[in-house]
């Protein structure tokens, strides 16, 4: 059974840095794209960030790009999401994503996830992240 699990969120002061986890199980990250998404409640779900593990490829949005950065473990079938430079704006519950990896140019399907032209089709739990100002 596919699962993922998010871990690292907590309290920071603006200017601080996060790191979030998200351990995938019942998968090999290499055949998926995994994807971060971030929501405010009483607001729609925002695309963060995604990352093919196979090639490495990222998409950011334009709100993560030059602060947020995603990597992945094979080894521990992890995805990471480094958050720095956070801004009280970054205030969200996190969540992270996956989805069958697609033949194609891989970041453009990335895009097309964090803008929510295609959708993810497993969901973890969220992990919240509060930046105080």
């Known amino acids: 059974e596919v699962q993922l699990q998010a871990s690292g969120g907590g309290l920071v002061q603006a200017g601080g840095s996060l790191r979030l986890s998200c351990a995938a199980s019942?998968?090999?990250?290499?055949?998926?794209?995994i994807g971060w998404a971030r929501q405010v409640p009483g607001k729609g779900r925002e695309g963060v960030g995604c990352?093919?593990?196979?090639?490495?490829?990222?998409y950011y949005s334009d709100s993560a790009k030059g602060r947020f950065t995603l990597s992945s473990d094979k080894p521990k079938n992890t995805v990471l999401l480094q958050m720095n430079s956070l801004k009280p704006e970054d205030t969200a519950v996190y969540s992270c994503?996956?989805?069958?990896?697609?033949?194609?140019?891989?970041?453009?399907?990335?895009?097309?996830?964090?803008?929510?032209?295609?959708?993810?089709?497993?969901w973890g739990q969220g992990t919240l992240v509060t930046v105080s100002s």
């Open positions: 994503a996956a989805v069958q990896l697609r033949p194609g140019d891989s970041q453009l399907f990335c895009l097309g996830l964090v803008k929510g032209i295609y959708d993810y089709d497993r």
């Open positions: 019942g998968f090999i990250l290499d055949d998926y794209v």
């Open positions: 990352i093919s593990p196979r090639n490495g490829r990222t």
